[in-house]
């Protein structure tokens, strides 16, 4: 992939190393596969950050578990905490209805069709409307937590392959033009 591109953005190894904060944790963020890119760091970056993306919370949260996720696997940190933020506030109603059909499907309980609730935004303030949204993601359950936790699996597992497959073809694309212009 366009390392040169990437490399320009990320602190050298040395940097990390002497960073005062980053001593604070000690060894711990200063594996070298933390902050290199290479295929198996960036692929394991990309499947952490799209599992920790689905964690509910905030992003705050999501990045703390996708660092978590970066040091416990010694893949690209900076990689797995970017890749959080395809979960925010205009595409999570989207993943978590899809993560909800997972859950009913692999439960199967068969409807197939998410709790009615009696929200009527326009007609209540914030104070009556949130209380509202909260219960009725709270009624929705073991389908969403188990179609969270499957979705997250398959996203994570599709992001690695897909990650080291597509820099597998960009690397072979490139040897076989530099190849040519050899010759």
């Known amino acids: 992939m366009p390392r040169k591109f990437f490399k320009k953005y990320l602190p050298s190894h040395e940097t990390v190393r002497q960073n ?5 944790f000690g060894k711990h963020l200063q594996h070298h596969n ?35 996720f970066a040091i416990a696997f010694k893949v690209n940190l900076p990689v797995a905490v970017a890749t959080t933020l395809y979960s925010n506030p205009f595409t999570i109603v989207p993943i978590y209805i899809v993560a909800y059909a997972i859950g009913e499907f692999v439960m199967g309980n068969g409807t197939g069709h998410m709790p009615q609730t009696d929200l009527h935004l326009m007609d209540k303030n914030i104070s009556e409307w949130v209380p509202a949204l909260i219960g009725w993601v709270m009624s929705l359950g073991k389908p969403l937590l188990v179609g969270i936790l499957l979705l997250a699996l398959l996203l994570s ?22 190849a040519k212009r050899r010759h």
Not at 45 to 63: C, E, T, Y
Not at 157 to 178: C, H, P, S
Request: glycine letters at 12%.
């Open 20 to 24: 005062r904060f980053v001593g604070l």
């Open 34 to 68: 933390l902050w290199h890119l290479h295929r198996r760091s960036v692929a394991g970056g990309v499947a952490a950050g799209l599992f920790a993306g689905l964690i509910p919370g905030s992003n705050p949260v999501q990045f703390f578990f996708a660092a978590l």
């Open 157 to 178: 597992v599709t992001g690695y392959f897909a990650v080291r497959v597509t820099w597998r073809l960009y690397t072979i694309y490139e040897w076989r033009k530099r």
